[in-house]
């Protein structure tokens, strides 16, 4: 059983930068591959970023690559999503989540967070 809970969420300007955290808990954080997703109003739950059990691997939806970077720290159980060059399209409320397979699909994901609002404003 993994346990998510995510922050860092806010208001911030067009162009900007924000970093969401989510912190685990459970000692086996570690064999986790984690990702994040995000659902804008009225829109399905998308996929966001995703990183793998030690870190060394990562993927990115086209939408944020080059400008978002996921990373983790397995010490900490915690992993984080920083944002840059923020659009108005990325106001979404973003969500973290667990699986056990470096998979894209939400459906392979056991575990979620309650979500962390981001509001771009243009």
């Known amino acids: 059983q993994v346990q998510l809970v995510e922050s860092g969420g806010g208001l911030v300007q067009a162009g900007g930068s924000l970093r969401v955290s989510c912190a685990a808990s459970?000692?086996?954080?570690?064999?986790?591959?984690m990702g994040w997703f995000r659902q804008a109003p009225g829109k399905e739950r998308e996929f966001v970023a995703h990183i793998n059990w030690s870190g060394s691997r990562t993927y990115y939806a086209d939408s944020v690559k080059g400008r978002f970077t996921i990373s983790r720290d397995n010490a900490k159980n915690t992993v984080y999503l920083q944002m840059n060059m923020l659009k108005s399209e990325d106001t979404a409320v973003y969500y973290c989540?667990?699986?056990?397979?470096?998979?894209?699909?939400?459906?392979?994901?056991?575990?979620w967070g309650q979500g962390t609002q981001v509001t771009v404003s243009s």
């Open positions: 459970g000692r086996t954080f570690s064999s986790y591959v």
């Open positions: 989540a667990a699986s056990r397979t470096y998979a894209s699909s939400r459906i392979e994901y056991d575990y």
